[in-house]
């Protein structure tokens, strides 16, 4: 079995196809996909999402605020995010995605950082992992990461940075997550990292819509595509994809807890 540990499955562009993209993952080995909320105005829609059945693959949600999104967060954003995982606690697998992207240009790092502290309090007090997005960012994240730590750590999707910061998020008991830019010839320093971390260090994930792969970069990238990631990992490690899929999806449901697999 096979897992998403990131995929935007809830954004609209899926509206039309949904069920034809969950079976097609189904089809190719995918046993779960986990759903991150990005902001309030879509948690309903996220949570409603993942409590839908669809025949061999359970969804789970994660609800936060993503820092691409500052120019729709609120005020009372975060005391709503509080509420609502006391409400939904049960069935939320992690506070995400959340985290500081200091690429995007007028973005305030201040106010990220912020947005980023608040959640990480709840993300301790819940005791609930987080699902970072990190850009340009990876040595402040760390540092609050130390500050806070939290006893179920989390994934840091989309990794992008270097040997040492990736070293750094292991020891804190953080997975690393790799997508669809391990595709790419040209991006050495990651395909490197997922030949040489230990492979308990690593998550699949796709982080659909976004993060196509290098054949598919024409279209809107899906879950099934993780089957390809899964075959890319076991070829730059000279393993078997059967291992790689054993391995990181048990790493994904141990540090979710995802329950019912």
């Known amino acids: 079995m096979l897992i998403d540990s990131h995929c935007h499955l809830d954004f609209p562009v899926f509206d039309s196809c949904r069920e034809q993209v969950v079976e097609r993952a189904r089809h190719a ?26 025949e061999g693959v359970s969804l789970y949600p994660a609800l936060g605020l993503h820092p691409c999104f500052m120019d729709q967060h609120v005020k009372d954003d975060i005391q709503r995010l509080d509420e609502e995982v006391t409400r939904h606690r049960e069935a939320l697998v992690a506070i995400g995605e959340i985290g500081l992207d200091f690429q995007i240009e007028g973005f305030d790092p201040e106010s990220q950082t912020e947005l980023l502290v608040a959640q990480l309090k709840i993300a301790k007090s819940a005791d609930l992992p987080v699902l970072l997005h990190v ?33 750094e998020y292991v020891k804190l008991g953080f997975k690393l997550g790799f997508g669809g830019a391990i595709s790419f010839s040209r991006a050495t320093k990651l ?47 000279e393993s078997s994809v059967e291992e790689v899929a054993r391995t990181t999806s048990r790493t994904v449901k141990e540090l979710l807890d995802l329950r019912g697999l």
């Open 191 to 237: 395909r490197r990292l997922a030949a040489e971390l230990p492979l308990s260090s690593i998550v699949l994930e796709t982080d659909a819509p976004d993060m196509a792969l290098s054949d598919w970069r024409d279209q809107p990238n899906e879950p099934v595509r993780v089957v390809d990631v899964a075959g890319i990992i076991a070829q730059l490690r």
């Open 29 to 54: 080995g995918l046993g779960a996909i986990v759903v991150p909320g990005v902001t309030s105005e879509h948690w309903q829609r996220c949570l409603a999402l993942c409590a839908s059945r669809f």
């Open 135 to 167: 850009r340009k960012a990876h040595d402040q994240v760390l540092k609050q990461l130390r500050r806070f730590a939290l006893p179920r750590a989390g994934i840091v999707h989309a990794f992008s940075g270097s040997e040492q910061q990736a070293q």
